[in-house]
């Protein structure tokens, strides 16, 4: 149980254009989930929380208008990384919270990006 | 001083060793104990999850709490070459909405 799944896993793209990955919760519904972003050999940067339904929460210093989030179901968010850069490029760790249960994070297995 | 403290290492033990790995925090109003494991270029995968003070068992891995000290640990016991991952503490409360803090992550390596 509390599988999250991410996709795409790896994705390319040249610089300006726009990067969607989508977090799922499988197998119970999430009212809660979050973004993270891991540099290499570094540890989990939170970018935003988000919650069904609602806006998200971005953290300080993560611009809300080049990191869309939107947490359309239960079960599903989406991150939108737009105009991406070669700064962007970053390993993308959602996870999710199981509505009901503790405090426990699920993550996913995380979207590897390359902008070029 | 950072909420949570943690050695990221590298860790390097022998096959069949006792780690220890530990975390400390400042943040008395932690209450929910966890610790992940991360491979390289996974997402990270839940371990051991508590509540307060007090010490919690899962086959070879023990998490230990204790509140008064503000420490935890980890124990892995034979560990073994498959065991070779970073391994994130992590601490949530009452405070800031249940927000979970991470340590930075202790790089462990079980020689063969």
């Known amino acids: 149980g509390a599988v999250v799944s991410q996709h795409p896993s790896r994705v390319i793209c040249k610089s300006g254009t726009s990067v969607k990955i989508e977090c799922r919760s499988l197998?119970?519904?999430?009212?809660?989930m979050f973004w993270y972003r891991q540099f290499p050999k570094k540890s989990l940067m939170l970018m935003a929380t988000?919650?069904?339904?609602?806006?998200?929460?971005?953290e300080q210093g993560v611009e809300k208008d080049k990191f869309l989030i939107n947490h359309a179901s239960l079960t599903l968010s989406t991150l939108t990384v737009t105009s991406a850069h070669p700064e962007d490029s970053s390993f993308y760790i959602c996870?999710?919270?199981?509505f009901g249960r503790g405090n426990e994070q699920f993550f996913g297995p995380g979207t590897r990006l390359t902008v070029l | 001083q950072k909420e949570v403290e943690q050695d990221p290492g590298p860790l390097s033990v022998p096959e069949g060793a006792i780690v220890s790995l530990n975390c400390t925090y400042s943040n008395s109003a932690f209450q929910y104990f966890m610790w992940y494991r991360q491979y390289s270029r996974k997402g990270p995968e839940l371990l051991m999850y508590t509540y307060s003070s007090g010490n919690k068992e899962d086959g070879r891995f023990t998490a230990q709490v204790d509140k008064s000290s503000k420490y935890i640990s980890l124990f892995i016991r034979d560990s073994q070459p498959s065991d070779s991952a970073t391994y994130l503490c992590?601490?949530?409360?009452?405070?800031?909405?249940?927000?979970?803090?991470f340590g930075a992550g202790t790089r462990l390596f079980v020689k063969a």
């Open positions: 996870s999710a919270k199981e």
């Open positions: 988000s919650n069904e339904g609602s806006k998200a929460t971005y």
């Open positions: 992590a601490m949530s409360g009452n405070t800031g909405g249940f927000k979970t803090i």
């Open positions: 197998d119970f519904q999430a009212t809660t």
